[in-house]
């Protein structure tokens, strides 16, 4: 039980407030990267905002995930399977 206790505060301290950044500061990058068209400076210049995009995608997938696993510890400490 102190095992799962331990792990819900460290998703409530450590996971999702670092993927809540990461998601903020994606999005943000990524519309920056989509406004201008950037491109790279290779010599067949790839587009980047599609990657940069994924950033965000990633990050809200994460989340998910994390709300997930929360959901799971909760079950479990209540003593439910």
Request: proline share 6%; charged share 15%.
């Amino acid at each position: 039980k102190r095992r799962e206790i331990l792990l819900l505060s460290s998703y409530f301290l450590f996971f999702f407030p670092f993927l809540i950044a990461i998601l903020i500061y994606g999005i943000q990058v990524a519309a920056i990267s989509w406004s201008i068209g950037e491109e790279s400076w290779s010599v067949w210049h790839p587009p980047l905002y599609p990657i940069k995009t994924v950033i965000p995608i990633t990050a809200v997938l994460l989340i998910i995930q994390g709300i997930s696993d929360v959901i799971k510890k909760f079950i479990l400490l209540r003593g439910e399977k």
